[in-house]
């Protein structure tokens, strides 16, 4: 085998593994979130495949001529990579809500067998390459080089390049079939044991699996960050629910912004209506879009001078541009980029009430929920200005009570509310955080959402300190969110 062949082989099927490990945790996604767990989940199955093969491959090829075992070697890591997506989407429904445990052993259904196979072709090359122990030393040096350089280059490539370009679960198909054909030919080129049979067998599979992974998707649309799809609400012709990943993110009504379906949302305006008064001009800042659903709907009962919208996704602006009605005379002014940045470029004291409602699966983004946030917040707040927060967080709800711990140790009020049994630890759901440096009418607040009909159980002074206990405010340099965070 030429070095040319060798130094080729070992870069695409090392190049090949890191597209697959960066796209897994987008595969993933629609079933168990993108978490700090998810992203461990993959990287340690990966490793862990890469470990296995290594050291086997080396040992196959001590035992088997090399020369039998590349080209079946590259087609059936090929052949398992078109697999990937077909096992996430046939197993991911089952362990949905699964936990931490659950989603390595999704991975490891998924991912860990190409890794594995992949990972045996650079020590069975090397097995080709050496001649004598005198050079053994530059080939090993050679290919790990070119191996590494195959990742990075896979690595780069997939991030920055491919996953704008092309759905995740084509971009793996693609790199499947390149596979086979490429372990296909080279299977030819230096074993010439390829019977009829199992030729139509690996195009069958090929057939089989690039019509799957090109077509079947849980996904309507992908951006850089979400699996997402809308899904339309059978009660409402005009009603839909925007979905990304595993979570259900907004609700709009397509023929007019008023109706608020989601209680967060409820909660939200009825501190809003409370706290601030109803002639004066309302200025209001947004730390995530979604489906731009409430700052629609203020525009609409009252006046609102400044609505500013800080969301991260560009291609989720263009969803609800294309999909939920938004429009550039809703009065919006939309902002792309991270809130932790762009919120620095926003003017002292300027806005009524900051509005956090950003999430990466069912987490806040643990980067806006530290104390360093929330003096942002607190500088674009005016004096009497208030913020509120929308997490959702299950018993014994460690997210929420760091959060809340948080937001004591910078503000002079703070109040929770959510439903009662939420509050009592007996089950999941939204919890809605206020904070503010001025009194918070909860009395109120809570009279308006008894006229919604909603249950609805509130916390302030003695009361929530208790109910916060010894919790840790978070900080950059410790703010475990998806730890803290407990599984539904």
């Known amino acids: 085998m030429s070095p040319v062949l060798?130094?080729?082989?070992?870069?695409?099927?090392?190049?090949?593994i890191l597209v697959l490990e960066i796209l897994a945790a987008r595969l993933l996604a629609p079933y168990v979130g993108v978490t700090i767990e998810t992203y461990t989940a993959v990287i340690g199955v990966v490793l862990a495949g890469i470990?296995?093969?290594?050291?086997?491959?080396?040992?196959?090829?001590?035992?088997?001529?090399?020369?039998?075992?590349?080209?079946r070697a590259v087609t059936l890591g090929g052949g398992l990579a078109l697999l990937s997506g077909v096992l996430v989407d046939a197993l991911g429904p089952g362990v949905a809500g699964g936990g931490p445990g659950a989603t390595v052993i999704l991975a490891a259904v998924a991912f860990f067998a190409p890794a594995a196979v992949l990972s045996s072709v650079p020590p069975t090359v090397a097995k080709l390459r050496i001649r004598d122990l005198d050079t053994s030393g530059s080939v090993v040096g050679f290919l790990s080089a070119v191996g590494t350089g195959g990742a990075?280059?896979?690595?780069?490539?997939?991030?920055?390049?491919?996953?704008?370009?092309?759905?995740?679960?084509?971009?793996?198909?693609?790199?499947?079939?390149?596979?086979?054909?490429?372990?296909?030919?080279?299977?030819?080129?230096?074993?010439?044991?390829?019977?009829?049979?199992?030729?139509?067998?690996?195009?069958?599979?090929?057939?089989?699996?690039?019509?799957?992974?090109?077509?079947?998707?849980?996904?309507?649309?992908?951006?850089?960050?979400f699996c997402g799809r809308i899904d339309a609400d059978p009660t409402s012709p005009s009603g839909r629910t925007l979905v990304l990943d595993n979570l259900r993110h907004s609700y709009v009504d397509l023929e007019g912004p008023s109706h608020l379906e989601f209680a967060y949302a409820r909660r939200f305006d009825e501190l809003v209506s409370v706290q601030t008064r109803e002639d004066a001009p309302l200025s209001v800042l947004h730390i995530g879009g979604g489906g731009f659903t409430l700052p629609r709907y203020w525009p609409t009962i009252r006046d609102v001078e400044r609505n500013v919208v800080l969301e991260v996704d560009a291609d989720l602006v263009e969803v609800a541009r294309t999909r939920l009605g938004l429009s550039d005379d809703d009065g919006v002014t939309v902002r792309i980029g991270d809130a932790r940045q762009t919120i620095d470029d926003e003017p002292t004291g300027a806005y009524d009430v900051v509005v956090e409602d950003a999430f990466g699966a069912v987490a806040v983004p643990w980067h806006l929920t530290t104390q360093e946030m929330l003096g942002?917040?607190?500088?674009?707040?005016?004096?009497?200005?208030?913020?509120?927060?929308?997490?959702?967080?299950?018993?014994?709800?460690?997210?929420?009570?760091?959060?809340?711990?948080?937001?004591?140790?910078?503000?002079?009020e703070v109040a929770v509310l959510a439903d009662p049994q939420v509050l009592a630890d007996d089950q999941g759901g939204n919890l809605v955080l206020a904070a503010s440096d001025t009194s918070i009418d909860l009395d109120a607040v809570l009279a308006r959402a008894e006229g919604e009909g909603d249950a609805v159980g509130a916390l302030t002074g003695q009361a929530l300190t208790t109910w916060v206990g010894d919790a840790s405010p978070l900080r950059d340099d410790f703010a475990p969110v998806d730890q803290l965070l407990s599984a539904p």
């Open 51 to 71: 470990a296995l093969g290594s050291w086997y491959g080396g040992k196959l090829a001590d035992r088997i001529a090399p020369q039998r075992l590349l080209g």
């Open 6 to 16: 060798a130094g080729s082989l070992v870069f695409c099927t090392s190049a090949s």
């Open 152 to 225: 990075l280059v896979g690595t780069f490539l997939t991030g920055f390049v491919l996953v704008a370009a092309w759905p995740s679960r084509a971009i793996v198909t693609s790199v499947g079939i390149a596979l086979v054909l490429a372990g296909l030919a080279l299977w030819w080129k230096l074993d010439r044991s390829l019977t009829r049979g199992g030729v139509a067998a690996l195009i069958l599979i090929v057939l089989v699996g690039g019509t799957l992974g090109f077509t079947v998707s849980p996904c309507e649309f992908e951006s850089p960050y």
């Open 376 to 412: 942002k917040v607190q500088r674009v707040l005016t004096s009497d200005g208030f913020y509120l927060i929308n997490l959702i967080d299950y018993p014994p709800l460690g997210f929420a009570k760091a959060e809340t711990a948080t937001l004591l140790s910078r503000f002079d």
